[in-house]
């Protein structure tokens, strides 16, 4: 969709518009309605049966050809019925769809030609300004008052060229031609193409060349105007434009090399001596032939172009300089689209430079000379461009030489020819700004010679490093990820081409095709502009594809003839020098990679370590840079540490310091000390990412998780605070969002079998599918509305999600049989036992505590497993899980069904206290009513009572406590920070005394301890009891409230549970209580 209008300063030809940074994308909404309309259309019969069906949904993967007749039949159809869209969307006050009209984008993607250099293109002379000089004050009171066409009429909307992405190292397309249609209201024919009644299409002349406007500057009569709004002013307007279509029949505009080139891409084959004396003409005087050849199309088997407008008679002149494959083209795409209809027209042509060393060597003259290579000079490259607005790409790992890409032209082409250029053609199409330059590039056809595509580069995929890195052990957790990673292996050894294992194989893929393009001598360094047309500002009589073919013939003109602008920014190289220094690289990787496999297969199921992980992709990545010089391959933070970009910088050469990064014997050695890391502290490493890009985060969470904890992350927990901090962080980062992920799976799975069946039949009113649809409608929104809540798996939140989701499907619902008590020290004990003793005879696995697929299990087994039990001990691991709930507020948790979680069994978490008593009738029995009436008369009559004789006290949390209080929970964080570098037995007791707390929770003594810290801490003053006192007075300062909670309850905890904390001796890294008594107390550790 593209606007309307044209943004504010958008027709200023000083202020330049990049499209690229233009968010073009439709919200879900509107892509919907979009989409649902587009579908409609191929349910027509004409279109139907064209593969477009009903069921493709957004995101989907379903893609379908059509031809191009149909094509033009559906955009025929979608523009008949975009007034009736609008209509039926328009009461939802949506303005996007008035405000924006549909464009259609015409690419025509390899219709590649090679344009013969003929006589008329050999003798053609340079272009100079066809404007007067006398009528450049004139033009400028114009230019200020008008701006062309598009300041005169509205009915085409401006739009910018939708053109291809060109970010990346450089555009793949040679010549690719972009047609951007707007809608046009006035038109009697608004289709992109060329329909096939011509005698339908006749276009009203636009408003800027009607009678009484002034057409071109030297046919202006400046002294005889008539008056537009006299009498006469109808018929003198009708006469003049007469006259003036008469005489532009038989008058020669201004200068015979200035208005009328073409487009295409052009390849050219040059000469050049060892002296660097300008670039020749080839001896042959023949170019090279392109790939992606234009489709040979007959003019006679087309329509006849309706919108184009007979060329002038300065046109038909130029038709000397048009080549055969140049025509046809012309004549096809005059055919084919109507230039009315369309906003840009963008293209590029390309110059293929050779050039060949001078024979100096006696008893050499007379024999051919040798072709050598040329690469782009980097600091020569710079004086083209006007600050940083290029990219460099430096190949064969030498900083100096290499391709190069900008998204404006360079100097020796902007500077001169195309300012005469664009002159010119505004000054034919009455100063409008018609003829614009953007994306350059220079890059070796080596490139073409090991890649045809972006995809074909295979040292650029990093297979290596998906292939080495990942253990069998964890390849072997899923059919999905053996198959992928055998088929990876079998790429890196070579296996999918067994008669030339290196075919297939990274880098010596690359090498042998280096080596062909030795032996082709294809050394040819090539230069592509993108040209693009503002089609709706030209004028009437210039509106058509000569004119949009025009600026070719001078740009070819130009490498021809004045090799001396562009020669300066190129190197030659002997072939032998380059590119025969990619293919000994090439070797060295290959040798690199092949002692990787062998140190990996002899590792059998533990696969490669740490170092050597990041050793093969640092090799794959080095790799990708020699190749195609993109420096996005090389994280530079990693590379810089390493000591590579240093070196590549100054010596050209990949460096490896070993003492960071040692891959020459054995394992390895990494270096960690001053390595980049995450923002939970891990390392970053380089083959993670290479690993979720093929795989994905599943995998690459895994494998981050072994490293961290086998290598690194295990030696760090070395006490109770350690460890309590880190399951916090993965039940809060990484159990709460995947187990969020699988309830909110499985119940829409239930939502939408649902609505299919057309709702449960106890739903609505009715019971008909229409509110039983609308209600679950209302679920579906009940559902995101819970997966977007900060905690949600608190009672209050999981009350709603029963009350407002559960209830749709009879399966889900949930009532008190599907509902189970259990307390957190015994969940955390199955989730310890099934994480250490899964698959055992007689325990649980990993599946009934934790959905399929999921990373946190791994992560936290791995932790356990690499912790020594001197830290950590299974005890403390348990407190440490259950505590980690309770600060994560998870009260309820997903059941399990047959050794499997499901989410239609739900576990509510419960502290120490003592389950509800169970009342021991048959249910719905007579029995069982009077219990039940009982119990609740109980409850009434003990609680009116307490009413009215005890006043209530609100402290800001339910009793019993299901959570830590807010207070108290700041102090035990407090505590954390001050002794994070002071004695750590110290903070490890604070941390056993956290644990136990959590685990006294529901408590009725502990819900008294806490009332008590909460009615102290909110005291104004601190209270203390002085020795030989027996009453409360007020201490001098103030102390820190929610510290003295903490200290509160941690010396509360040693009588409320004794056995919970060493009193004579330490036990492990936890301090005994004898000494602790000492230390509560003091300001600081």
């Given at each position: 969709m593209h606007p309307n209008q044209r943004t504010a300063g958008a027709n200023n030809p000083r202020r330049r518009h990049d499209a690229t940074h233009?968010?073009?994308?439709?919200?879900?909404?509107?892509?919907?309605?979009?989409?649902s309309y587009i579908k409609d259309i191929f349910l027509r019969g004409e279109l139907l049966g064209e593969g477009v069906e009903p069921r493709w949904a957004l995101g989907g993967k379903e893609t379908q050809m059509i031809a191009f007749d149909k094509w033009v039949i559906f955009q025929t159809l979608f523009m008949d019925g975009w007034t009736g869209f609008l209509e039926r969307f328009s009461a939802q006050d949506d303005t996007f769809w008035t405000d924006h009209q549909p464009a259609f984008h015409a690419y025509d993607y390899g219709a590649n030609i090679n344009i013969e250099v003929n006589e008329g293109i050999a003798n053609l002379e340079e272009e100079t300004v066809i404007r007067p000089a006398y009528l450049d004050g004139l033009d400028d009171e114009f230019d200020e008052s008008d701006d062309g066409y598009d300041g005169e009429s509205n009915s085409v909307p401006a739009t910018q060229q939708g053109w291809g992405e060109i970010g990346g190292e450089e555009r793949e397309d040679e010549l690719d031609e972009l047609c951007d249609q707007p809608t046009v209201e006035v038109e009697d024919n608004d289709s992109l193409f060329v329909s096939e009644r011509v005698d339908d299409v006749a276009s009203p002349i636009p408003p800027i060349l009607s009678p009484g406007r002034i057409i071109d500057a030297e046919y202006r009569d400046i002294d005889g105007e008539v008056d537009a709004n006299g009498p006469n002013g109808d018929e003198e307007r009708e006469r003049r434009f007469l006259e003036w279509m008469n005489e532009s029949e038989n008058t020669d505009i201004g200068q015979d090399n200035g208005t009328q080139l073409q487009d295409q891409e052009h390849q050219y084959d040059g000469q050049d001596n060892s002296q660097q004396q300008p670039l020749s003409p080839d001896t042959d005087g023949n170019d090279d032939v392109h790939p992606r050849q234009a489709p040979d199309i007959s003019p006679a088997s087309l329509p006849p172009s309706s919108a184009s407008i007979p060329a002038t008679e300065d046109q038909r002149e130029h038709d000397a300089l048009y080549s055969p494959g140049l025509m046809r083209l012309r004549e096809a795409l005059e055919a084919k689209y109507n230039l009315d209809n369309i906003s840009h027209v963008s293209y590029a042509l390309a110059v293929d430079v050779h050039c060949t060393a001078e024979n100096t060597y006696p008893g050499t003259e007379g024999r051919v000379s040798r072709p050598v290579c040329l690469l782009a000079d980097r600091n020569r490259v710079a004086g083209e461009f006007y600050g940083s607005n290029y990219t460099f790409y430096p190949l064969g790992f030498?900083?100096?030489?290499?391709?190069?890409?900008?998204?404006?032209?360079?100097?020796?082409?902007?500077?001169?020819l195309f300012t005469v250029m664009k002159e010119n053609m505004s000054h034919q199409n009455q100063g409008a700004d018609v003829l614009s330059f953007g994306f350059f590039q220079g890059y070796s056809n080596l490139k073409r010679s090991i890649r045809h595509g972006p995809h074909d580069l295979l040292a650029s995929h990093g297979l290596a490093t998906a292939a080495l890195t990942i253990p069998s052990t964890e390849a072997q957790r899923t059919a999905r990820l053996k198959d992928k990673q055998q088929r990876l292996l079998a790429q890196v050894r070579g296996r999918l081409t067994p008669d030339n294992p290196g075919a297939s194989t990274p880098f010596a893929r690359e090498r042998q095709r280096v080596e062909a393009a030795m032996q082709a001598n294809e050394f040819a360094f090539r230069f592509e502009q993108v040209i693009s047309i503002d089609a709706p500002r030209l004028v009437r009589r210039r509106r058509n594809f000569s004119s949009v073919l025009q600026p070719i013939f001078q740009l070819m003109r130009l490498f021809l003839k004045e090799k001396q602008l562009y020669a300066g920014i190129l190197r030659r190289f002997n072939p032998d020098i380059f590119p025969g220094v990619m293919v000994a690289f090439a070797r060295v990787m290959e040798a690199a990679i092949a002692e990787m496999d062998r140190r990996f297969r002899e590792a059998g199921s533990k696969g490669l370590g740490m170092a050597l992980s990041e050793g093969v992709a640092a090799l794959d990545r080095l790799g990708n840079f020699c190749f195609t010089g993109d420096p996005r391959v090389l994280p530079t933070k990693v590379m810089r540490l390493l000591g590579t970009m240093d070196s590549l910088k100054t010596c050209g050469w990949p460096f490896i310091s070993p003492r960071m990064l040692d891959i020459r014997d054995g394992q390895g050695l990494v270096n960690l000390v001053g390595w980049p890391q995450l923002s939970n502290g891990r390392p970053v490493l380089m083959h993670v990412a290479s690993l979720e890009y093929h795989y994905d985060r599943t995998v690459a969470s895994n494998r981050h998780s072994q490293l961290w904890f086998a290598e690194l992350g295990g030696r760090s927990i070395d006490g109770m605070d350690r460890m309590t901090t880190f399951l916090h962080e993965v039940f809060q980062d990484l159990w709460i969002p995947e187990t969020v992920a699988f309830i909110a799976r499985q119940v829409r799975r239930g939502l939408n079998r649902g609505i299919r069946s057309g709702g449960r039949s106890d739903v609505g009113e009715h019971g008909d599918a229409d509110t039983g649809n609308e209600e679950s409608a209302q679920a579906m929104i009940a559902l995101e509305a819970w997966e977007a809540r900060d905690s949600p798996f608190k009672t209050s939140n999981f009350e709603k999600l029963s009350a407002e989701v559960l209830k749709f499907d009879d399966r889900l619902m949930m009532n008190e049989s599907k509902i189970v008590l259990k307390t957190r020290r015994d969940f955390a004990e199955e989730i310890f036992v099934a994480l250490m003793e899964g698959g055992r005879k007689g325990h649980l696995g990993v599946e009934s505590v934790a959905p399929t697929h999921s990373t946190w299990p791994s992560i936290l087994r791995a932790a356990i497993q690499h912790t020594r039990g001197s830290f950590a001990t299974r005890a403390q691991w348990v407190s440490g899980i259950a505590a980690a709930m309770v600060s994560a507020s998870i009260e309820w948790v997903p059941g399990s069904h047959r050794r499997r979680l499901t989410h239609q069994q739900v576990v509510q978490l419960v502290g120490a206290a003592a389950s509800a008593t169970v009342l021991a009738a048959r249910p719905d029995s007579l029995k069982r009513r009077a219990l039940e009436a009982e119990a609740r008369r109980t409850v009434d009559s003990v609680g009116v009572k307490r009413a009215k004789i005890r006043p209530r006290i609100d402290l800001g949390c339910k009793i019993p406590f299901k959570q830590i209080p807010d207070i108290v929970e700041r102090g035990f964080t407090e505590i954390r920070r001050l002794f994070a570098k002071g004695d750590q037995r110290v903070l490890s007791h604070y941390c056993a005394a956290y644990c136990c707390l959590t685990d006294c929770l529901e408590d009725p003594l502990c819900d008294l301890m806490l009332i008590l810290t909460l009615t102290i801490t909110a005291s104004s003053a601190t209270p203390e009891v002085r020795p030989n006192t027996k009453g409360f007075s007020v201490t001098a300062k103030r102390r820190d409230?929610?510290?003295?909670?903490?200290?509160?309850?941690?010396?509360?905890?040693?009588?409320?549970?004794?056995?919970?904390?060493?009193?004579?001796?330490?036990?492990?890294?936890?301090l005994r209580v004898s000494e602790m008594t000492k230390k509560i107390g003091e300001p600081r550790p």
């Open positions: 233009t968010r073009t994308a439709l919200v879900q909404g509107r892509a919907l309605m979009l989409a030498h900083p100096a030489y290499g391709n190069f890409t900008s998204d404006r032209p360079p100097a020796f082409l902007d500077n001169d409230p929610a510290l003295l909670a903490a200290n509160m309850v941690t010396r509360m905890l040693w009588f409320l549970r004794p056995e919970a904390f060493p009193w004579d001796k330490d036990q492990d890294t936890v």
